[in-house]
């Protein structure tokens, strides 16, 4: 067993053990109760918000908390306005349908029920019920369009600038200052000068995510450039090629394993950022999906997004890997 193999099962190894533990810690804790129990106070509270005791005992035995009935009743829904507008689930909670009896569970969720989650999730995961009530993958495409709006113009800004900056040492030295000072601010700190600037969340989303990506494409791209061996570019020189010739046939692909990294390190901080721009912006996304099932308590979906959101950072980084692997040589 050579030592690739070896660490392909220790890593299954940590897999099973992790569960294992996942399991052990959450079982005991884990009850399952057929509705929840209401104190005369929280009852009064519900009354005096002009809730009717028939529509919050039911709500109640469908599962769902005080606080979560409380934020219907401060809307001043009925049971039947509730199921009219497409049941609990359209206002983010999942531990009730409309008045239908079904469980509620407290305490973290154990790895069986994470896997329920993900059949129940999995058996349609392009639903779409409402704003509030949309499937995990629909979300998910939501997010990677923007990811790749975002991205894709970060290439066609960052990869030109780059080679102007390696291939010119006075535009290098005249722009390296504003790039320094620029690249260090959180991009989620540009979203709400986006938003009052653009008015509109979903451009200001792929804006954040171009601004993120931009950086260390632009500065990978213009070492890569700059790092070219000089009597490379010299021979090309010589050959009397022209600019672009010699930046295609010559620079280009000397710098395209460093050039390929910086893509690869915008990819997965883009990644990153959609997750907690979408959280701002709400709507849509796999971000907002984590946010609206917090707003439910819906632990079970949270850990799911969770893993998605693991899952597909994975995939991204693998194919730029991939990419990466074409390009690499031995001097």
């Given at each position: ?282 709507g849509t996304g796999i971000g907002y999906f984590v946010w609206n099932e917090w707003n439910g308590l819906n ?22 890997g991939a990419i990466l692997k074409l390009f690499a040589y031995k001097l």
């Amino acid at each position: 067993m050579n030592q690739t193999t070896k660490g392909y099962v220790l890593s299954v190894v940590l897999f099973f053990a992790f569960i294992l533990a996942w399991h052990l810690a959450t079982y005991i804790g884990a009850v399952t109760v057929a509705g929840i129990s209401l104190t005369e106070e929280e009852q009064q509270s519900l009354l005096a918000s002009g809730m009717s005791e028939e529509d919050y005992v039911e709500l109640a035995e469908a599962g769902l908390r005080f606080d979560q009935i409380d934020q219907l009743a401060n809307l001043g829904l009925t049971v039947a306005e509730i199921e009219m507008a497409g049941g609990i689930r359209a206002f983010g909670f999942t531990t009730g349908e409309g008045g239908a009896a079904e469980s509620a569970r407290i305490g973290f969720p154990t790895p069986g029920q994470v896997g329920g989650e993900i059949f129940n999730q999995l058996k349609d995961p392009f639903y779409d019920k409402g704003p509030n009530d949309k499937g995990i993958l629909l979300q998910l495409l939501y997010s990677l369009r923007r990811v790749a709006l975002g991205f894709g113009l970060a290439i066609v800004v960052a990869l030109p600038l780059g080679f102007l900056l390696g291939m010119s040492p006075v535009f290098r030295t005249a722009l390296t200052p504003y790039i320094q000072i620029l690249k260090p601010i959180s991009p989620l700190a540009w979203m709400p000068l986006a938003l009052y600037t653009i008015k509109d969340a979903e451009t200001s989303s792929i804006f954040v995510i171009f601004i993120c990506s931009v950086w260390p494409m632009l500065i990978n791209t213009t070492f890569g450039v700059a790092g070219v061996k000089g009597d490379w570019v010299n021979l090309g020189r010589t050959l009397e090629l022209s600019m672009t010739k010699l930046a295609l046939r010559v620079i280009l692909p000397a710098a395209a394993p460093t050039i390929l990294t910086g893509m690869r390190i915008s990819l997965g901080i883009a990644w990153l950022v959609i997750v907690a721009a979408e959280m701002l912006i709400g709507g849509t996304g796999i971000g907002y999906f984590v946010w609206n099932e917090w707003n439910g308590l819906n632990i079970d979906s949270m850990i799911l997004a969770i893993l998605v959101i693991g899952l597909v950072g994975f995939a991204l980084d693998a194919s730029i890997g991939a990419i990466l692997k074409l390009f690499a040589y031995k001097l």
